[in-house]
């Protein structure tokens, strides 16, 4: 029998691999060492603050930025020397705009089919079904600019459909989306996902949308500080999570550290505390300090603990300060 080539074991165990990648812009260091795998018909989540570096990494998979260091594939094909093949492989909807405002939504879509070489029936049929399962049927002869920013980015998503990409790369997907058009389109992703076999990476700043993904990595000042399963991540966080408001932070920090053996996180003008039994943590630090505590909540962990577990500081605080 004959052997696999690394290549070919790659393609069997991973669509997508990343492997030490760093990548800057003059002396700022966007991305830092990053490495990950996306598995075949993996929905894949990029969650991470703006200028967390999730738009570098998604410029370079989608072979608009070239490699600087380290290395990549998708779909066994080498990102570096081979990024021609894998154009024809990849479907790529970009946060920027990319429609022809003066186009209906139908023409916009046949001249990205006609990029791809396709044409006559075949053409015909997947703009229907694109239009179809997208909500867009009844708009395909409205101009592009006419449209609304949600249906603009439906047709956004349509247009990255419609050569039956193995891989679709989707940056901010739910940019102008209502709820409901959110609700479609995740609904849709995952019919590519489970019935075409479409392997999707994403990314996104919305802990809703990130729920939805297979598997998630969280990127924060171009590393990655986490990754695994949205359940995975929080059970990392390790019990419940304890948020204390007071008007002597460092003075009651202190005095949760001396009295319970546990060091609380400044966290936005509050304190956090993760514990496995949070209620009785809960009950014993009011009578503790009945004086100090002006308020407490309890909750079990979301995406957004996890996030501070790791770094220390709020989603948005990061937003602010990258």
Not at 64 to 81: C, H, K, M, R, Y
Request: proline share 4%; with cysteine; glycine share 8%.
């Amino acid at each position: 029998m004959l052997s696999k080539s690394p290549i070919q074991e790659t393609a069997l165990t991973s669509r997508i691999r990343v492997a030490d990648i760093s990548h800057r812009y003059g002396d700022r260091l966007a991305l830092n060492q990053l490495s990950f795998d996306v598995r075949p018909a993996e929905i894949f989540g990029l969650l991470g603050p703006n200028g967390g570096g999730k738009t570098t990494l998604f410029r370079l998979l989608s072979t608009l930025l070239p490699l600087q260091f380290g290395t990549a594939n998708i779909a066994g094909l080498d990102l570096a020397s081979q990024a021609q093949q894998i154009r024809t492989l990849i479907g790529v909807t970009f946060q920027s705009p990319s429609l022809d405002g003066k186009l209906t939504v139908q023409e916009n879509l046949k001249h990205q089919a006609h990029l791809y070489g396709i044409s006559g029936a075949p053409m015909r049929e997947r703009i229907e079904n694109a239009l179809q399962h997208l909500g867009l049927t009844d708009r395909k002869h409205d101009l592009a600019e006419s449209l609304s920013g949600g249906l603009k980015r439906r047709v956004e998503i349509a247009k990255g459909l419609l050569h039956s990409p193995q891989v679709l790369l989707l940056d901010e997907p739910s940019t102008g989306l209502d709820p409901g058009a959110r609700h479609d389109l995740w609904k849709y992703l995952k019919q590519l996902q489970h019935k075409e076999g479409v392997t999707i990476l994403i990314t996104t700043h919305l802990m809703e949308e990130a729920e939805h993904c297979d598997r998630l990595g969280i990127l924060h000042q171009g590393e990655l500080v986490a990754l695994g399963t949205p359940d995975e991540l929080r059970a990392s966080v390790g019990g419940d999570c304890l948020t204390i408001h007071s008007d002597h932070l460092e003075q009651l920090s202190d005095q949760i550290s001396a009295t319970f053996g546990v060091t609380p996180q400044l966290v936005n003008h509050s304190l956090r505390l993760e514990h496995s039994r949070g209620h009785e943590l809960l009950k014993e630090l009011i009578d503790a300090f009945p004086e100090q505590v002006t308020s407490v909540s309890l909750g079990k962990p979301t995406l957004e603990d996890v996030f501070i577990h790791e770094t220390g500081h709020q989603f948005w605080q990061a937003e602010e300060t990258t």
